[in-house]
Structures are given as C-alpha cells and as structure tokens.
Nanobody
Framework: QVQLVESGGGLVRAGGSLRLSCTAS????????MGWFRQAPGKEREFVGSLTWSVRSPYYADSVKGRFTISGDNAKNTVYLRMNTLKPEDTAVYYC???????????????WGQGTQVTVSS
C-alpha cells in the first residue's frame, strides 16, 4: 500500500510559477513509476508527466513540455512538479499517482493522492 499526499497548489498569475510536491509513505517509493495528472472542471483527467525511478528520465505531455519539470528525491520519498510560465489553461486539480507499469494511462495507476488545486489567473 502506498499513500500519496500532494501540496503546493494555489493561485498564481499567468506567467508565474509553482512547485507541487507529492510525498509518499508505505511501500518502497522507488519501485513505482510516479505520474502527475490534472483535471479541469468538465474535462477528463489528463496526463502531465511521469518519472520512472529506474531510469530517472522524466516524460512530459506536449502541452507542458519545456515549461514543467518533474524531479524526485528518494531520501524524502518525494516527487516534485515544477511549473513555469503558467497559463490560464493550466488551471486544474493536480494529482500525483503511482504505478507499477510505465504508463500514461490514468486507469493503470494504482495509487492516487487527494489532489491540489492550481488556479492561474489571466
């Protein structure tokens, strides 16, 4: 069992930055592929990016590539999502998730955090 807790959301102006954190407890953190997703009102949950610990290589959705950065700290059991040059269309609830598989499909993730709201004003 893995428990995930996100933090760091908030309200920011367009062009600004935020860093989200996702701290895990439970089973060994580093055995999972860690993903970030977001869901805006009335829309489906969208893949943002992921970090596979075994290769330490992040993967990003095209919509955030070049603006968002995923990193992790094994010692703290924490993965981060640094978001720069934020746009109003980035407004959503952001979730971190853990999967045994290396995947971008939300239904293939085994554990989810509670989500944190990010609102970008124009």
């Amino acid at each position: 069992q893995v428990q995930l807790v996100e933090s760091g959301g908030g309200l920011v102006r367009a062009g600004g930055s935020l860093r989200l954190s996702c701290t895990a407890s439970g089973r060994t953190f580093s055995t999972y592929n860690m993903g970030w997703f977001r869901q805006a009102p009335g829309k489906e949950r969208e893949f943002v990016g992921s970090l596979t610990w075994s290769v330490r290589s992040p993967y990003y959705a095209d919509s955030v590539k070049g603006r968002f950065t995923i990193s992790g700290d094994n010692a703290k059991n924490t993965v981060y999502l640094r978001m720069n040059t934020l746009k109003p269309e980035d407004t959503a609830v952001y979730y971190c998730a853990a999967a045994v598989l290396v995947t971008i499909r939300p239904y293939e993730y085994d554990y989810w955090g509670q989500g944190t709201q990010v609102t970008v004003s124009s």
